[in-house]
C-alpha cells in the first residue's frame, strides 16, 4: 500500500488524464501488473448478481478514489450498477458517478435514466439523492434535464428535497450562467419557503448565483429574522452574513447622530495617530452628519425592522459555533448602534478558549475591532495576556490587540506586561514586541519617554534580533523629537561597530545623516567607517551611506568632501544598477559642476527638508471596510466572489417594501392616524406576511401544557412554543420603550385596557401596537379561559375588517367567541386531540400566508398543501399567524348528527367539517367526530369498521378510542377523500358492544379548501377557465336579489365563506367580493366572484371545471345569500 | 464554498482526498507544504494560505492536517469550525480521530464525507442523524452484514434532518433511563513567584450523558445560575429561557454531547487549589543551576489534589539534571528540554519536593528567561467555582429516569511564574 500511495503523491491524484495511468507509473512493474489484475477482478466482481461482491468491489474502489488513484478505467462496469437494489452498493456508485463523470461524459449519460426515474420515488431520501447526484454531474449536455429536475424538486412536498434543490441551484449556475435567470425564479420561489430547513440552503443559492438582487429579500426580511434561530447553525452563518449586507442597503446608520459628539471624544483618544486620511474622513463624517442633524434636527428612530434584525440575532451569539457567533458579531460591529455594540465583546472572548485556527481568526477580527471601537474590549485586556504556550501567530496578533486597547490608564500595565515578553525565547515574538512598544511610545505621548529609555537599554541585548529591532524602531521614535536625544545617537553610533543586521544598520545611519547637525562630530567619523566597508555591506546600507556622504557633503563639506568621493565612486561600480543609478544621481546633484543644472541650487533642500515623523500604525487599521469575518477580511484582499458591504444609505429606502401583501388597508384620513399608520404599517403587515404555524403551536400548549405526548410532532411543537413564548415577553420590554419613543403610549393604555382579540398575533416579528394589545388581550385571556383554537380564526376576521371598525367589533367578537366557546366540546377534551386540531390550522395559516401566492396554483398542481403537510413533520413553526383575509370559518362551523343519544343507546355522535388540512393526507376533508357518552357505563374501544365508499372514495380513520368514561366526551378528526364529490361515506362505528350504520356526506362548499391569490392571479385564471385552456370552461351565473340582512359587504362575505371554505381575494372595486378555493381532492380551482347591483341586486359567478361542484355550489350560495 | 479536502499526516502523505466539485490537483497541496516548512511547528502553520487560484484553509488534530481547498469568499470559521466537527465525527464513529483509524474505515469516512456535505455547503453534521445514514462500525455489525449482505446504510430519510430538533432521533428506547451530568472546570491561572494571583478564571463545562427513551424535556436548574459570567450552549438549549429565569431547558440529543460551555470571570472568586514554592537559579560560573520545588494543597476545600504534574521548559542550554524527588518520578528530555515531574496525589502532611542541580552547556552565558513551571492537576467531586446543580426535572415523558452529576476540578492553562510579578 505504501509504494502505490507514493506512487500516487507524484500522480498528483491527477484524473483528467483520461488514458491508463499504469505507462506513467515510475514504480515497479509488480505493483502496475497487480494493479491491472486487480481491475479486472473488480470487474469481475460487479458484473456478478451477488450483491455482496457488489458491494466489495465499490468499497475498494472508493477507497482507491479517497487515496487519489485513478480508477477511471473501470467506469463501463461500475455505471452498470446505478441501479442496483442494495443501497449501500448504489451509494458507493454515485459516489463514483459523480468523481468521474465529467471525464465519462458519454457513459455517464447512461445512467442519467435511473436518476430521472429515482427523482419520482415516493422515498424522498431517494428522490433528494437522485438530485443530489443528477445535478453533481458536471456534464453540460443534461443542463435542461437538471433544471427540469430542480424546478420540479423545488415544489416538491418533501422539504427534504426542497432543500437539496437549492443545493442544487449553485451547481446547475456553475456549470451553465446562462441559466440564470431561470436559476433565480427557482431562488425567488424557494426564499418564500416556510422550512427552516429550506432557509439556510436557498440563501446560500442566493449569495452564489443573485447576490445583487437584494430585492428578492425584500419579502422575506422578517421571515427570515424571525426563522433564524431555528436554523441549522451552517445556515445561520450564511444568512446573516447575507442580513448584514440587506441591512446595510435599507437602513439609516444608527449613529448618525452620536458621530457629532462621539466623534470628538475619539479625536482626543487618537491625538495625533490619526493620518491625514482619516481626518478628512471625520471631518466628512462630521459635516454629514451636521448637515443631517441641520436637516432633521430629530432625533434618529430606528427602523423597527433593523431592530427586528438585531434582536433576533442577540440570543446566537451563545451559540456553540464559531462561526455563528463571528457572523453575529459583525453583524453587531456593522449594524448595531455603538451602546449596543458591546455585548459582542464577551461572546469574542470566549471564543478565544477555542482551537488555536478559531483564535487566529477570531483574533484577527478583533484586532480591526479595537481600532474603532476600543472600550469594547477594554475590560477583557488580561484575556489576551499572552501564554509562553500559545503560538507565535497567536502571540503577535494578541500583542496587536493589546496594543490598540492601549490607552493612557492600562499602558502602564501593558507595558510591564510587555516587559516579560521581551525575555521571551521566541524571538520572533520579542521582535513583534519591541515594535508594539515603540506603536505605544507614539501613540500615547506621556510614555514616550520612558519607552525610548527602555527601547536604548535593549540595545544592549545580546541577542542580535532584538537589538537591531530596537534600533529600527528607536529611530522612529527619534524622528518625532530629534533635538532632545543626541545623546541616543551618539550611543547608536557606537552601535555601528557591533551591529549586523543591515535594516539596523541602515537605520542608524539614517538617524546619523538626518541629524548630522546634533552630532557634528561623530557623523563624519562613522561615514569613514563606512567608507572603509562600503563594499561588503548590503545593499540597503549602501543606500543608507551614500545618503548619508550626501548630507555631510552639503552640511560640513570640509571634512567629508573626499569621504564622499570616494564613497560614490565605489558605488558607481556597484553590481546593483539602483545603487550606481543613486551615485550618479546624487554627484550630479550635490557636486557642483558647470553642467549641473538648476537642481543642485536646491540639492540642500532636497536632502535636508523636514520630514515628517513616520506614523506607526496598526496594520489591521480601515480593514472595517471588508466585512468583518469574511475571507477578504482577513486577508486583507478582495477574495473572488466576495461581496462589497456597502455604505448607508443618505437617507431610507422605502420600508414598505418588506411588508407583505395586505390585501384592505385601511384607508387613513386624518393626518394624526396617517402618522401612526406610518409606525404600525411594517409592524403589520409583517406579521401577516410570514407568520407561520407556531402560533397555533403556542395557544395549544398553554391549554395543554406539560402533558404533551411524546410523539415527535408535538416534541417540536412544545419546543417552538417555549422559545415563542419567551421571546414574546421579552420582546413585550422591548416594544414597550419602543412606543415610547413613538409617543403612542396613551392611546395603547386605553387599548389595552380593553380586552381584544386573543391569538391573533404572537409572532416575533409582531410588533405594531394593535399587535401588542391583541397580545396583552391574549395573555389576559389565558389566564382564565383554556381552549383558545378556535380564537385565531376569530380575530382574523376582525382583522380584514378595516382598522377603524375594530374597535367596535372586538366586542362583537367576543361575545361571538363565548358563543363558540359555548357550543364548543368542553375544555376537557383530550388533550393530544385538541392539539392535533390546532396543529392543523396552523398548518392552514401557513397556507394562507404565502406572501406571493405562487403561480403554480393551477387545477392540477397541489404541492401547496401537500407541501404543507409535510412541512408539519416536523418544522419550525415559529412564526404565528394573523389573517386578514381568511373569514372566521369556525365561528360558523355547524354540528351534524351522526348518530342520536337515543339511536346510539347512549352514545352521541356529531361531527363537523373543521376545515383544516388533513395531516395524513392532504387530499382528504377532515371531520371532527364528537362522542358524548350519556351513558353511566364506560364505552369501550370506539372506532371504524367496514367502511362502504363509492369508487374512489377513501376513509382515514380516527385511531381507536380506548375507554370514554361515562358522562365525558371525547373529539377525533378522521379523514375523508370524497373525490370531489357529494355522495355520502357509509361506514360503521363501533363500540365494544354494538355497530351502528352511519354515513357522512359533505356539503359541497365542505370540498374546497381555500387558495390564496392575488387580484392578478385570480384574474388571470378565471380567463384561463374562461378561455378553456386547461379542461373546459365553465362559468356559471346566477342574477340574484340579497336577502336583507344581506346587504353589506361584510355579511356577504361571511355569508359566502361560511357556506364554501373559501378564502377571500383582494380586490380593487368595493361592489365586487371575490373569494378562491381549491377542491381537496383534486386542486381544481374554484373561483367565486359576487358582485353588488343598485340595491339588492347582485351577480353570483362560479368558476369551476367540475361542472357539478359549480352547480351545487351556485345553489348554496344563492341560498345563503338571499335567506 | 468547501472545494476539496486533504488529509495529510505529519510526514507530509496526502492520505485521504475527497472532492465536492471539480476535481482539484493535489498538487494544490505544495502551497500548503511550502507554508508548513515556513511555519515550523505544526500549530504555526497560517490557518488561512493564499495560492494564486484558491485559499487553503486548514486545522491540525491530532497529528492531522485538514486542508480545505476554497475558491471563493466563505467566513473563515465556518470553514475552521466545519473540520472540527469533521475530526469529531471521527472520533465519534471511530473511537479515535487517527490516520489508522481513517485509513481502516475509509469507506465510511467517504460515505459521512459525502453526506456531511452538498457542493461544499454543510448538509447533516448532527451526529445521530448521520448514524442514522450510515451506521457506525462495529464488529458484529462488519460480520453480519458480511454474511447477510446487508448495508451499513440507512434507507430512509433520519427523521431527525426533518425537525427543528435535528440533534434527536425518534423512537429512542432504552429498558434504563438515565442522564448523567459531568460539571468539568478548569482552572486558567498565571500565578507569579510570590503566589499572587495575576490572572485567573475558570472555564467549565457540562457533559451529558442522556440515554432517555421517547422525546423527554428537561430542565436543568443551578443553586447560582448568577456565578456564571458567560455562557455558550448546544443548539437545543432555549436560548429565552435561559435569559429570563437562568435555567437550561432542553430536549436532549440522545447519548453524549456537551450540554454548555460557561466561564467565570470574577478573579477574586478563584480559588487556587494550590501553591508552590520553587527557585530555579542559574549561576554565572561554572555552567550548573540549581532546582527547588514545593508543592502544596491550598483552598481545596477539603477534597484531594490528583494527578499533579509539574512541566518545565527548560532554556535551551540546559543538558541535564539531577534531581530527587519526595514524591513522585521526575524525567528529563535533554532533546525537547522539557523537565516533567509526575507527583500524583497530594499529601497535606509530608509536601512533595523537587530539588538538585541542572548542568549546563559549558561556556555558554547563563540564560536570560526564566522558564515558567505548568501544573497540572485534578480534584474529584468538586466544582472550583461553587456552581451546583440545584435539580433536574423531566416533563412530557411519564417514567422516572435514573439521574446524577458529577464534578470534577482540572488545571487548564496553569502557570507559574518563576519571576515576581509586577501586578
Known sequence: MSTSSAFNDEKGGSSSAGEPEYGHDPASGGIFSSDYKRHDDLKEMLDSNKDSLKLEAMKRIVAMIARGKNASDLFPAVVKNVACKNIEVKKLVYVYLVRYAEEQQDLALLSISTFQRGLKDPNQLIRASALRVLSSIRVTIIVPIMMLAIKEAASDMSPYVRKTAAHAIPKLYSLDPEQKDQLIEVIEKLLADKTTLVAGSVVMAFEEVCPERIDLIHKNYRKLCNLLIDVEEWGQVVIINMLTRYARTQFLNPNINESLLEEGGEKAFYGSDDDDDDDDDDDDEEKKAEAAALAKRKPYVMDPDHRLLLRNTKPLLQSRNAAVVMAVAQLYFHLAPKAEVGVIAKALVRLMRSHSEVQYVVLQNVATMTIKRRGMFEPYLKSFYIRSTDPTQIKILKLEVLTNLANETNISTILREFQTYIKSMDKDFVAATIQAIGRCATNIGEVRDTCLNGLVQLLSNRDELVVAESVVVIKKLLQMQPEQHSDIIKHMAKLTDNIQVPMARASILWLIGEYCEHVPKIAPDVLRKMAKTFTNEEDIVKLQIINLAAKLYLTNSKQTKLLTQYVLNLAKYDQNYDIRDRARFIRQLIVPTDKSGALSKYAKKLFLALKPAPVLESPFKDRDHFQLGSLSHLLNAKAGGYQELPDWPESAPDPSVRNVEVPEWTKCTSRKERKEKKVEKPFYSDSEGESGPTESADSESDSGSGSQSGSEESGSGSESEESEEESESEEEEEEEEDEEEERAKKKKKVDKSKPKKPESAESDQSSGEEQKRIRKGGKDRRSGTESESEDESESESSESESESEEESESDTDIKKKKKTAASKPPPKQTKKESKKETKEMSLLDLDDFEPTPSPQVTPVNSFLSNSLVTDLEGLSLTDTVLAPTTIAPSSSVRLYELLHRITGEGLAVEYCFSRQPFSPDPHMVAVQIQFTNNTTSEAKSLHIEEPKLQSGMRIKEFPEIEVLPAGESVNVVMGIDFCDSTQAANFQLCTHIRKFFVSIQPPVGELMTPAFLTENEFKKEQETLLHGQLMGMNEISEKLTLGEKCQSEHVIVERVTSTANLSRVPCGSDKESRFAGKTVSSGSLVLVTVTRKDGAGALLTVNCEKMVIGTMLVKDILQALTQ | ?423
Open chain 2, 1 to 423: 464554498m468547501i472545494h476539496s479536502l486533504f488529509l495529510i499526516n505529519n510526514a507530509g502523505d496526502i492520505f485521504l482526498e475527497k472532492h465536492w466539485k471539480s476535481v482539484i490537483s493535489r498538487s494544490v497541496c505544495d502551497y500548503f507544504f511550502e507554508a508548513q516548512d515556513k511555519a515550523g511547528e505544526p500549530d504555526n502553520v497560517s490557518p488561512v494560505i493564499r495560492t494564486p487560484h484558491h485559499y487553503l484553509i486548514n486545522i491540525y488534530r491530532e497529528k492531522i492536517f485538514f486542508v480545505s481547498v476554497i475558491q471563493t469568499e466563505v467566513p473563515p470559521l465556518f470553514v475552521i469550525e466545519f473540520l472540527h466537527r469533521v475530526a469529531e465525527m471521527f472520533q465519534d464513529y471511530f473511537g479515535e480521530c487517527s490516520e489508522v483509524a481513517i485509513k481502516d474505515n475509509v469507506v465510511i469516512v467517504y460515505e459521512l464525507l459525502e453526506e456531511m456535505l452538498d457542493n461544499g455547503f454543510p448538509l447533516a453534521t448532527e451526529s445521530n442523524i448521520l448514524k442514522e445514514l450510515i451506521k457506525p462500525p462495529t464488529i458484529l455489525r462488519s460480520m453480519v452484514n458480511t454474511i447477510t449482505g446487508s448495508s451499513n446504510v440507512g434507507e430512509t430519510l433520519p427523521t431527525g434532518q426533518l425537525s427543528t430538533i435535528p440533534w434527536r432521533r425518534a423512537g429512542v428506547k432504552y429498558t434504563n433511563n438515565e442522564a448523567y451530568f459531568d460539571v468539568v472546570e478548569e482552572i486558567d491561572a498565571i500565578l507569579d513567584k510570590s503566589g499572587t494571583t495575576v490572572f485567573a478564571e475558570i472555564q467549565g463545562v457540562i457533559d451529558a450523558c442522556v440515554k432517555l427513551s421517547g422525546m423527554p424535556d428537561l430542565t436543568l436548574s443551578f443553586m447560582n445560575p448568577r456565578l456564571l459570567d458567560d455562557v455558550s450552549f448546544h443548539p437545543c438549549v432555549r436560548f429565552k429561557r435561559w435569559e429570563s429565569e437562568r435555567v437550561l431547558s432542553f430536549i436532549p440529543p440522545d447519548g453524549n454531547f456537551r450540554l454548555m460551555s460557561y466561564h467565570v470571570n470574577a478573579q477574586n472568586l478563584v480559588a487556587i487549589p494550590v501553591y508552590v514554592r520553587q527557585n530555579i537559579n542559574f549561576f554565572e560560573t561554572g555552567s550548573s543551576g540549581r532546582v527547588d520545588i514545593t508543592v502544596g494543597p491550598k483552598q481545596t476545600m477539603g477534597k484531594t489534589v490528583e494527578n499533579v504534574i509539574v512541566t518545565i521548559h527548560m532554556p535551551k542550554v540546559v543538558l541535564s539534571a539531577n534531581l530527587t524527588a519526595t514524591q513522585g518520578t521526575y524525567t528529563y528530555d535533554p532533546v525537547t528540554k522539557i523537565l516533567v515531574w509526575d507527583i500524583g496525589k497530594l499529601n497535606q502532611q509530608k509536601l512533595p519536593n523537587l530539588k538538585g542541580s541542572l548542568s549546563l552547556q559549558s561556556g555558554a552565558p547563563k540564560p536570560e528567561e526564566n522558564p515558567s513551571l505548568n501544573i497540572d492537576l485534578k480534584i474529584q467531586q468538586l466544582a472550583i467555582s461553587g456552581l451546583k446543580v440545584n435539580r433536574l426535572d423531566m416533563y412530557v415523558e411519564k417514567y422516572k429516569p435514573f439521574k446524577g452529576v458529577k464534578y470534577v476540578t482540572k488545571a487548564g492553562k496553569f502557570q507559574v511564574l518563576t519571576v515576581p510579578s509586577h501586578v
